[in-house]
């Protein structure tokens, strides 16, 4: 099993920045893939950043792209969601994801475990 804890949630202002961690532990030698999703309410789970676990391509969803940006830190089995310039509309609970698999997706169906979530809110 994997465990997955995000942090780094609050309220922001719209233009402000957050950053976003995910800390892995347990068998995270299993991980190949690492996704980052997003729910507002009354929506569903959304993609909003893929990566490779050992370090490669990005992916980002269009709503977010030049705004946000992923990184890791492999010593601390750690990833990042950086967020910069953010709006309203940004508001929701992100999570982040584990796929045992390669090859990206953007189906949250595809991915083995998740994080318990931390909200976002961005106020105008």
């Known amino acids: 099993q994997v465990q997955l804890v995000e942090s780094g949630g609050g309220l922001v202002q719209a233009g402000g920045s957050l950053r976003l961690s995910c800390a892995a532990s347990g068998r995270t030698f299993s991980v190949y893939t690492m996704g980052w999703f997003r729910q507002a309410p009354g929506k569903d789970r959304a993609f909003v950043a893929h990566?490779?676990?050992?370090?490669?391509?990005?992916y980002y969803a269009d709503s977010v792209k030049g705004r946000f940006t992923t990184a890791r830190d492999n010593a601390k089995n750690t990833v990042y969601l950086q967020m910069n310039s953010l709006k309203p509309e940004d508001t929701a609970v992100y999570y982040c994801?584990?796929?045992?698999?390669?090859?990206?997706?953007?189906?949250?169906?595809?991915?083995?475990?998740w994080g318990q979530g931390t909200q976002v809110t961005v106020s105008s």
């Open positions: 994801a584990a796929r045992r698999r390669l090859g990206f997706t953007t189906s949250k169906d595809d991915y083995d475990y």
């Open positions: 990566m490779i676990w050992s370090g490669g391509s990005t």
